[in-house]
């Protein structure tokens, strides 16, 4: 059982510190999500949680708190579309428009444990050939360190690469490791992550010309959405796509972006919007750990 003042507290600690909007009707979710962090913390109940919360140097139960109640789900090539998109639209306009000698940027928002980036980069290895000369940089960032970490060991499980990955992907791209297969060296060197929340300022990660804020925004109320979303569009370049999850959309939320034509979840930015893109360069500030496609 949660007081309804502690709920309350809980609910706009989470708000807070990572966006996540609770209804009023899920008391639930927080006793199984948080059952593990007050074993760990040797907690009892929700009240001596709460309690805890309340007082000084509590940031590492905090971080703890917002860990846990975010859902991590992710799987590679979700929703098919999206990555036929990559290699079907998107990649070849930057190609037949942009000169090889800027970094085409992407950005995985939401990367969780790595699927999403990793599928892009596959993909771009995959298209090799075409990309020859051309350099690919791929950021995934996410609020949990947790999952960043899974993510950058490359690791997953049986059941994770029957999600998604074909056996053709699964033979060519991973090797077993125990009970579990490692995505290859050379894909994993592709993808750089860091921790980063979607509350927080990114600008300084630079400009983007492809950015995937998947499965994400849906756990925001409407104005941390909207805000998010105008953000966005100031980081990424003028020609430059977004792709949303198949139940997310800027509809009634932002228009600094529009459909791209013929598509669902595919945006482009919306040049006649209230928020045009500040730049419209590539311009990358990370230390450059970029795939030369080859
Ligand atoms: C459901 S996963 C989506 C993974 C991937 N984009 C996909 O669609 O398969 C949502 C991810 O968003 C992350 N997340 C939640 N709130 C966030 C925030 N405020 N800033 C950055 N990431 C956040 C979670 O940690 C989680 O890994």
């Not at 690469?161 to 290859?184: C, E, T, Y």
């Not at 600094?256 to 006649?272: C, E, I, K, S």
Request: glycine content about 8%; charged content about 20%; aromatic content about 8%.
């Amino acid at each position: 059982m949660i007081a309804a003042n502690d709920y309350e507290f809980l609910r706009q600690l989470l708000l807070k510190r990572s966006g996540l909007a609770l209804s009023g009707d899920k008391q639930y979710l927080l006793n199984g999500r948080l059952a593990p962090i007050m074993r760990d913390h040797g907690l009892t109940s929700m009240a001596e949680l709460v309690l805890r919360l309340r007082g000084a140097n509590n940031e590492k139960l905090e971080r703890s708190l917002v860990e846990a109640m975010t859902t991590n789900e992710s799987f590679f090539f979700r929703d098919k579309t999206p990555f036929e998109n990559f290699t079907s639209v998107m990649l070849p306009k930057f190609l037949a428009t942009r000169t090889p000698g800027k970094p085409i940027r992407i950005w995985c928002a939401a990367a969780s444990t790595g699927q999403e980036p990793y599928s892009l980069a596959i993909l771009i290895r995959e298209n090799a050939a075409k990309l020859a000369g051309w350099r690919i940089e791929i950021v995934g960032t996410d609020l949990s360190q947790e999952v960043l970490d899974r993510a950058a060991s490359g690791i997953y499980t049986q059941f994770e690469v029957q999600r998604g990955l074909s056996i053709h992907h699964l033979m060519k791209h991973f090797a077993k490791v125990g009970d579990g297969w490692q995505i290859s060296p050379d894909i994993r060197a592709m993808v750089q992550f860091r921790q980063l929340n979607l509350l927080n300022p990114f600008h300084h990660l630079g400009v983007f010309d492809i950015v995937f804020c998947r499965n994400v925004l849906i756990y925001f109320d409407a104005p941390t959405k909207s805000e998010v979303m105008a953000r966005l569009a100031k980081v990424l370049a003028a020609d430059g796509f977004l792709v949303l999850g198949g139940a997310e959309t800027v509809v009634g939320l932002t228009d600094a972006f529009r459909l791209a034509p013929g598509q669902r979840n595919l945006y482009v930015v919306n040049q006649g919007g209230a928020h045009p893109p500040a730049a419209t360069e590539a311009r990358p500030t990370l230390p450059v750990r970029v795939a030369l496609a080859r």
